[in-house]
T-cell receptor
Framework: GAVVSQHPSWVICKSGTSVKIECRSL??????MFWYRQFPKQSLMLMAT?????????EQGVEKDKFLINHASLTLSTLTVTSAHPEDSSFYIC???????????FGPGTRLTVL | GEDVEQSLFLSVREGDSSVINCTYT??????LYWYKQEPGAGLQLLTY?????DMKQDQRLTVLLNKKDKHLSLRIADTQTGDSAIYFC??????????FGAGTRLFVKA
């Protein structure tokens, strides 16, 4: 299957700082990328959907000014957690799709810890 | 809204079959998926089934779909210790949205 990478795989930051997480599709063009958040022992919660070249669509309850998403190219989407707080600590997972309804490839996830 | 429910925990002996169950609420999902997540890792797509199918078999994996009861199951034959992981059921609804269940933790005893 297609490969999606995330960078960094883990990050620790101080409260109040911003953190950028990258999601890359390595061997295909991702017209759509999804960002999920997963709390310990819980399911994935969709945060937003982004299409290349357009603004992301955020799920209800997700602050767009806090979680900035940029999908600048067909192989890269970034999620920036601005002014991070301890409650933002979580496992963030991206997925990418080339447009086929059945195929959504997941990245390995990024564990964010905010002190 | 749409919802996907799964049992949270399953324990089986190595060599036995595992059956993980899932129910969904969407009236017309297009696809239903099973994903596997190992500790600290992302999700790996195991298999998926079109909503117009009743069954799909892929090596040790068998997926059964009962559309009337909105019930999906994943059977793993000859379960191995390497199958220990969290298994997520997910449905793809209209609008390119995938709804995940809470995950079933499969523990395989040697």
């Amino acid at each position: 299957g297609a490969v999606v990478s995330q960078h960094p795989s883990w990050v620790i930051c101080k409260s109040g700082t911003s953190v950028k997480i990258e999601c890359r599709s390595l061997d295909f063009q991702a017209t759509t990328m999804f960002w999920y958040r997963q709390f310990p022992k819980q399911s994935l919660m969709l945060m937003a959907t982004s299409n290349e070249g357009s603004k992301a669509t955020y799920e209800q309850g997700v602050e767009k000014d806090k979680f900035l998403i940029n999908h600048a190219s067909l192989t890269l989407s970034t999620l920036t957690v601005t002014s991070a707080h301890p409650e933002d600590s979580s496992f963030y997972i991206c997925s990418a799709s080339s447009g086929s309804v059945s195929e959504q490839f997941f990245g390995p996830g990024t564990r964010l810890t905010v002190l | 809204g749409e919802d996907v429910e799964q049992s949270l925990f399953l324990s089986v002996r190595e060599g036995d079959s595992s059956v993980i169950n899932c129910t969904y609420t969407d009236s017309s999902p297009t696809y239903l998926y099973w994903y596997k997540q190992e500790p600290g890792a992302g999700l790996q797509l195991l298999t998926y089934i079109f909503s117009n199918m009743d069954m799909k078999q892929d090596q040790r994996l068998t997926v059964l779909l009962n559309k009337k009861d909105k019930h999906l199951s994943l059977r793993i034959a000859d379960t191995q210790t390497g199958d220990s992981a969290i298994y997520f059921c997910a449905e793809h609804t209209g609008g390119f949205k995938t709804i995940f269940g809470a995950g079933t933790r499969l523990f395989v005893k040697a």
